[in-house]
């Protein structure tokens, strides 16, 4: 059973980074970035396989970075030029399945998210 913690959360104003960590125990082919915000669906924001390939949602395109340290089996998201519309609650997902989108309903190991505010 993969195990995923994530950390790098936080506040920040509009026009401003962060970064977040998801720290993975265990193999995965498959890494993603998800987000809830209050009274809406998860979202799938971005991911990567384990060769690398990166896919990500039209909302973050240009503005978020996924990226892997296969040493440090440890997940990131770079986020720029955040926005009040990226507000919510992110999660860390993996899975070992030999394809890779972001369908929820794909992902068998979640973390337990991290908050991510945005003031304007």
């Known amino acids: 059973q993969v195990q995923l913690v994530e950390s790098g959360g936080g506040s920040v104003q509009a026009g401003g980074s962060l970064r977040l960590s998801c720290a993975a125990r265990?193999?995965?082919?498959?890494m993603a970035w998800f987000r809830q915000a209050p009274g809406k669906e998860r979202e799938g924001v971005a991911y990567?396989?384990?060769?690398?390939?990166?896919t990500y949602a039209n909302s973050v395109k240009d503005r978020f970075t996924i990226s892997k340290d296969n040493a440090k089996n440890t997940l990131y998201l770079q986020m720029n030029s955040l926005t009040s519309e990226d507000t919510a609650m992110y999660y860390c997902?993996?899975?070992?399945?030999?394809?890779?989108?972001?369908?929820?309903?794909?992902?068998?190991?979640w973390g337990q998210g991290t908050q991510v505010t945005i003031s304007s």
């Open positions: 997902a993996a899975h070992n399945l030999s394809w890779c989108q972001l369908i929820p309903a794909d992902f068998r190991a």
């Open positions: 990567i396989t384990s060769e690398g390939s990166a």
């Open positions: 265990g193999y995965t082919y498959c």
